[in-house]
């Protein structure tokens, strides 16, 4: 959507809403997959999960209303879909035909069916070919028995609804078609439930490795680790925690979306954060190399032991991939961080407490950090902004949520950068037509010598930066007196003045006959 986010703007506007692209980018990758709705990193164009995250977006007290804007574009374009997304979106199920038997043709119909007797596999590509997709075993011509619970729900359809009786044969093509249309990317998970539980009260699990598409999209759609690695983080968060994957599907996660250094930093870290026997980690080396085992375990994630293993293992990777995106402690960096000149207080209050994850060792959602967070949002805001923001009252007892919504108001009710160039515009109209009106009202003097006087005194004003006042005066220069214009002495030393004092040399001069006289 964001190659044709003209369109997406367009549309928001329609429906009465602004969205801006890096909101848009950052919700959809970032915050709705943490609403644990089914909602995956690329987006979908599922309707239910859209209406799923849409009501958490719109829950009282506990939503994100700033978020709803995008959440209501996003699903008015899968209801209306424009002519460059209808291609991505899941086709409907064609509707059953109606059966008209006829007398006069039974015997060519039966002579001449209408569909072959067995599927026909298509050709396809090599990958398709060395890893066939999961058939449906509901459809499966060999086995009658009843599927299990979960396997029912193996090839996800379009729509949710179930295969109409005249439909095609459900060849190889077909099956990978329809799983990709039904969702955007692998919302099967690698360990799903397969079948009730066994006496023990174990669920039993069949593991469903990534796709390769899967890997390499949210490698292109993230940027490297080394560079910006809240990306990452926050996709693996919820990669980790939704998809539950083993420990072959982290180690494939790991050379998809890391480099070798990365890689190596991540698991040295890794090995730093075993838990041990009180939760704190342990330097016991045989169980560092029993938790998180560099080499395939034999761990079985039908089992409890497994699962528990797995558990350990996931939560202590991604404790690894926080302690490595931190870099030296470095203050200078967080001051560096100011907001754009477009740039909402939102993004920047997001891109200061990540400078914070960054370059210090505090978590700037601490209550503890709570002040240098807001020290930072106020002294690197814009000047608009930090200006109202340092004449709040009591400032270091406000939320960030408050100064956020100052912010905010003060961002919205700037000038638009049209209207403050009409104004200069403007300003420098008015000011050349001032000075038209002084040349025409010099050249208007009754006397050739008064008109050259006022024209030279014009050029003189121009080229000293001096002009007249609004009424048309005469501007006094800084040691002129303004009551017989001369140079040396204002007017209240004015010799000149009736009652005036006259000039210090004036004044010395009296004296010296005084005492002459004397």
């Given at each position: 959507m964001t190659?044709?986010?003209k ?15 890096g909101?848009w ?5 970032s ?7 089914g909602?995956?990193?690329?987006g ?5 999960t859209i209406?799923?995250?849409r009501s ?8 994100h209303l700033?978020?709803?804007p995008?959440?209501?574009t996003?699903?008015d374009l899968?209801e209306?879909?424009?002519s ?5 979106l ?5 509707e ?6 006829l ?6 119909s039966?002579?001449q069916p ?7 596999l298509?050709?396809?590509?090599e990958?398709?070919?060395?890893f066939?997709p999961?058939y ?13 619970p979960?396997?029912a ?5 379009a729509g949710?609804g179930?295969?109409?009786g005249g439909s095609?044969?459900?060849t ?18 690698p ?5 009730p539980?066994d006496v ?5 699990h069949?593991c469903?490795?990534f ?10 759609q ?10 990452l983080i ?17 180690q ?15 698991l ?9 026997a009180?939760g704190n ?9 029993a938790?998180?085992?560099l080499t395939?375990p034999?761990?079985d ?5 497994g699962?528990?293993?797995?558990r350990?293992y996931r939560?202590t990777?991604m404790?690894a991939?926080?302690m ?9 960096k967080?001051?560096n961080?100011?907001?754009g ?10 891109r200061?407490?990540?400078a914070?994850?960054?370059?210090t ?11 240098a ?6 002294n690197?805001?814009?000047?608009d902004i930090r200006?109202?923001?340092?004449k709040?009252?009591r400032?270091?007892g406000?939320?960030?949520q408050?100064l ?19 104004r ?19 050249t ?14 014009l ?12 009424r048309?005066?005469q501007?006094?220069?800084?040691d002129?007196c303004?009551h ?8 209240r030393d004015?010799p000149k003045?009736?009652?005036g ?5 004036d004044r010395?001069?009296f004296?010296?006959?005084?005492e002459?006289s004397?």
């Amino acid at each position: 959507m964001t190659d044709h986010f003209k369109d997406v703007r367009g549309r928001a506007n329609n429906l009465s809403v602004e969205v801006r692209k890096g909101r848009w980018q950052f919700f959809c990758s970032s915050k709705w997959p943490t609403f644990n709705v089914g909602w995956p990193p690329e987006g979908t164009f599922d309707l239910p999960t859209i209406h799923r995250v849409r009501s958490v977006i719109s829950r009282p007290k506990m939503g994100h209303l700033d978020q709803l804007p995008y959440i209501i574009t996003w699903q008015d374009l899968v209801e209306d879909p424009p002519s460059w997304l209808k291609p991505f979106l899941a086709p409907l199920p064609p509707e059953p035909k109606p059966i008209l038997a006829l007398q006069g043709t039974k015997k060519k119909s039966l002579a001449q069916p209408s569909a072959p007797l067995y599927p026909v596999l298509q050709g396809g590509t090599e990958e398709e070919l060395i890893f066939p997709p999961p058939y449906n075993p509901s459809r499966m011509p060999e086995e009658h028995h009843p599927p299990l619970p979960g396997e029912a729900a193996a090839v996800p359809r379009a729509g949710g609804g179930k295969a109409p009786g005249g439909s095609p044969p459900f060849t190889r093509q077909r099956a990978q078609r329809e799983q990709s249309a039904s969702v955007a990317d692998s919302t099967i998970l690698p360990l799903r439930d397969t079948g009730p539980p066994d006496v023990e009260g174990n669920q039993p699990h069949h593991c469903w490795p990534f796709a390769t598409s899967d890997l390499y999209n949210w490698k292109a759609q993230n940027p490297k680790f080394s560079e910006k690695p809240a990306g990452l983080i926050d996709l693996l968060d919820s990669v980790l925690f939704t998809h539950q994957p083993t420990w072959d599907d982290c180690q494939q996660l790991l050379q998809v979306l890391f480099t070798t250094e990365e890689r190596e930093r991540i698991l040295n870290e890794a090995r730093k954060l075993v838990p041990g026997a009180d939760g704190n980690p342990t330097t016991n080396q045989a169980q560092i190399d029993a938790s998180f085992p560099l080499t395939r375990p034999q761990w079985d994630f039908n089992t409890a032991e497994g699962k528990e293993r797995l558990r350990v293992y996931r939560q202590t990777l991604m404790g690894a991939l926080r302690m490595a995106a931190r870099k030296p402690t470095n203050l200078a960096k967080v001051g560096n961080v100011q907001q754009g000149k477009d740039e909402s207080p939102a993004a920047f209050l997001e891109r200061i407490m990540e400078a914070f994850r960054t370059y210090t060792p505090m978590d700037p959602e601490a209550p503890e950090s709570k002040a240098a967070v807001i020290m930072a949002f106020v002294n690197q805001s814009a000047i608009d902004i930090r200006r109202k923001l340092q004449k709040i009252d009591r400032l270091g007892g406000k939320s960030l949520q408050d100064l956020l919504v100052v912010a905010e108001k003060v961002y919205n009710n700037r000038e638009p950068p049209e209207d403050k160039q009409a104004r200069a515009v403007a300003a420098a109209s008015s000011k050349q037509t001032r000075d038209l009106a002084r040349i025409l009202l010099a050249t208007t003097a009754d006397s050739p010598e008064e008109r050259d006087h006022r024209l030279r005194q014009l050029a003189d004003d121009a080229r000293k930066g001096k002009g007249t006042t609004k009424r048309g005066k005469q501007r006094l220069q800084k040691d002129q007196c303004s009551h017989c214009k001369e140079i040396g002495h204002w007017a209240r030393d004015c010799p000149k003045r009736a009652g005036g004092k006259g000039s210090k040399t004036d004044r010395v001069k009296f004296l010296e006959l005084d005492e002459l006289s004397d």
